[in-house]
């Protein structure tokens, strides 16, 4: 990316005087990553950055928290056997992601130079990226979210055109939730579809784990070898690496769709019920709505004032949870940041593809492309 927009400004003599850059998933930590090349190029000494946003992104990585063996174990399997990045998620040997979160380093300096830093996170259903990572946080209020008072802000009419069969309980309120003392009693129970899922990995997983084994230990070789071959060359000072598409790429491209598409977002589909909902079918009381059409934008954002210094829901949760120091240190600078922060309840069981309308089809995920189009748009103008 940095190659091609320094390409296109400078040679190819296009002139564009504003940047915004979106990116979703393990996308969004190599936008950080890309950032901070920039603004070591000078890049942005010509170009304003204006926002900079992510969608279910695993700040501070994926690793599993805590001291059991099962812990251990499946950081063990993330680490050695999910390719280079699998290492830098799971955090062994990788000093990635205490690069991307150096306070004095150029991918910190990089983010404060936008006027408007956005983050979206999934309370519930991301297996991908779990909310305290996307947040950007050491307090999951949402693991029992049956002890959670929900409200949501009301969304605007116009984004449910479109989805007609959408309610506006999607964007939740933040300042206004507030974690109880006692357990609701909503929740508490797997939906059908929860149980329906557990049942279908049980009769699957026997015979697709050693495929997906197979596939992810083949790629994580290749692409050890790929990361050797681009050191190499850059020793060389060769300007680029290696352009083609390789057959090792295309393996992992397997091994991707394999785990995400079939497994979980096909899995769900079948599961779910027509509406793309994946709610208990237990009677639930309505939440609360809260109406801020009056102003300039329907939703407040979450901001964090400092260390997880939230107001509402975060505070009001009682328990931290059990995170290294290393990761505390991450949430303590990336929060030095203004982000704007929004928290968003999806139906479907598959939340990480939905939050970007993967499926391209009508529905929540819909919804919020919709809404951050807009608050895209009140950014650019601004």
Known sequence: MNEFLVKRYKEDEVRFEKISIVGYSLGGLIARYVV???????????????????????????????????????????????????????G?????????????????????????????????????????????????????????????????????????????RIFVDMYNSRYRETSSGIDTYPSVQERKFQAFALVTLPWV??????????????????VREAEKAMEANESTLIKRKSRSEGIADLAYYTIDEVLLEGAMDTFESPDGGSASPRTTPRPRVTNHARRRFSLLPIRGSKYNGYEGLIAST???????????????TLNQLPWEKYVVKLRRMHSHAEIVNRRNAPGQGQVVLDFWVELMSHCIAD
């Open 318 to 332: 009682p328990d931290s949870m059990n995170l290294d120091d290393k990761t505390k240190g991450w949430i303590h």
């Open 36 to 90: 901070g090349v920039l603004l070591e190029n000078g890049f942005f000494n010509n170009v304003k950055p204006i926002t900079f946003a992510t969608f279910a992104t695993p700040h501070l990585g994926s690793k599993f928290h805590g001291d059991s063996l099962n812990v251990r174990v499946l950081n063990f399997l993330g680490s050695n056997f999910l390719g280079v990045s699998g290492n830098d998620m799971f």
């Open 209 to 226: 784990f050693p495929l997906i084994f197979a596939l992810t230990s083949l790629t994580t070789v290749m692409s050890r070898y790929r």
């Open 92 to 168: 062994f040997s990788s000093t990635v992601l205490d690069e991307l979160t150096d306070a004095e380093g150029p991918f910190i300096r990089g983010l404060k130079k936008f006027k408007h830093l956005q983050l979206f996170a999934n309370a519930i259903h991301d297996r991908t990226v779990p909310f305290f990572t996307a947040f950007i946080t050491d307090v999951d209020p949402f693991q029992k979210r049956d002890f959670v008072d929900f409200v949501y802000y009301e969304t605007p009419q116009k984004y449910l055109t479109n989805s007609p069969e959408v309610d506006d």
